[in-house]
């Protein structure tokens, strides 16, 4: 699963970058697209979101991180379309209070727009982000069994903020605001918690090939010219998860052992304009970690004692649920989230209300690939959805 999500969060950043590639090459060889260096500080806390951090107390964190953005030229309909976008790649350093979690690092993609300008150089404006994380101390059974916020060293970061921007000169931008990311391997290694970090941050960006953006003579934005698109995607990924002790001799519910999980799902789609799409959507799950059990049991090939995996009947791993999905299309990626509920539906450890929330990127004009999370109870991760799907219009 670690070649999986490196080859993955790689192959999103080539789509990225050939995103990029693709603007300048059709607004012309001429054109000088505006860019940016930046440095950007945070210092925050980790939310008390589990009972290691509320039982330790430390929850001091600090980040710096050393970013590189592009924008749309100057006459460009995005401009108008999503409210003077950028995006661009960042790296991080994190330093936490408790040693316990190492010295992480992230490695993301992040995009903005401008919320709306205020008066003189301030202007109000909004960021995602979505990227990778590794070098984390975690949980570990016999050297660090209560540390249940981090279980494994390489885990997946995302983040929002809001921050106001003052442009001070031609070249020169100051970024004062707010913002919270979260930290987590999506329940792909058990115990899997998550942290939670709120934290205000200063950053200080350098401009190159700066010009005046006025959205309002950009170019225009492109007509909506299909009323549906069907979409197929194809699911794979995997879980662990927590086993019940009771009327068991197994010494912990963490046990390493990996389910696989598949899915198949159609989403035929309204288009209600270039930039927004809804509809239903059928989502079929086979699941290997619905209703397994573990026990302690002799293994006949050396006599010892081990901890055994017994998985349920092939009829209570299979999930089928209907949800509802909307998507918002960004320049560089496209956001969604689905809402749905199990129709069939066998799993007692998870409930039949179900949330999953992603982002989508284009890789021709019909494939593109998916990264997601799907939930339950909007707080308990399932499993991450690693997809690619097959989108026709009409």
Request: charged share 20%; hydrophobic share 35%.
């Amino acid at each position: 699963m670690k070649r999986t999500k490196h080859l993955i969060l790689a192959l999103l950043a080539i789509q990225f970058g050939s995103v990029f590639a693709n603007e300048i090459k059709n607004e012309g060889a001429t054109s000088k697209r505006p860019m940016f260096v930046s440095l950007k500080g945070e210092m925050g806390k980790t939310l008390k979101t589990n009972d290691y951090l509320d039982l330790t107390g430390k929850t001091g964190f600090s980040a710096l991180h050393a970013r590189y953005g592009i924008c749309p030229s100057n006459d460009s309909w995005q401009n108008k379309a999503f409210r003077m976008p950028y995006g661009g790649i960042g790296f991080s350093m994190i330093d936490t209070e408790d040693d316990a979690f190492g010295h992480p690092f992230s490695l993301y993609l992040f995009q903005g727009g401008r919320v709306c300008r205020l008066f003189g150089p301030l202007s109000l404006h909004y960021e995602c982000h979505l990227g990778y994380s590794a070098n984390w101390g975690h949980y570990d059974r016999y050297r660090q069994p209560e540390n249940i916020t981090i279980g494994s060293s390489e885990n997946v970061y995302v983040g929002a903020n809001m921050y106001l921007k003052a442009n001070l000169s031609k070249h020169w931008d100051v970024n004062l605001g707010f913002g919270g990311c979260h930290f987590s391997n999506g329940a792909s290694k058990m115990p899997n918690k998550g942290m939670n970090i709120a934290s205000p941050f200063l950053e200080v960006a350098y401009k190159f090939n700066e010009v005046q953006q006025v959205p309002d003579t950009a170019k225009v934005t492109p007509k909506k010219t299909n009323k549906m698109d069907h979409q197929i995607i194809l699911l794979l990924s995997k879980r662990q998860k927590y086993y019940s002790m009771e009327g068991s001799d197994i010494s912990t519910p963490n046990i390493n052992h990996n389910h696989r999980v598949y899915g198949l799902s159609y989403a035929p789609l309204f288009i209600s304009s270039f930039r927004y799409k809804w509809g239903p959507s059928l989502d079929l799950i086979y699941d290997e970690s619905s209703n397994a059990t573990a026990a302690w049991e002799e293994c006949s090939d050396d006599g010892r004692y081990y901890e055994h995996v017994h998985l349920a009947s092939q009829k209570e791993r299979f999930v089928a649920g209907i949800s509802l999905k909307g998507e918002m299309k960004m320049p560089y990626c496209t956001y969604f989230a689905n809402l749905g509920y199990d129709i069939i539906h066998y799993n007692k450890d998870d409930t039949r209300l179900y949330e999953i929330l992603g982002a989508k990127f284009d890789l021709t004009d019909n494939i593109f690939g998916i990264f997601g999370i799907r939930a339950t109870r909007f707080s308990k991760a399932q499993f991450f959805c690693w997809s690619v799907g097959y989108s026709f219009k009409n």
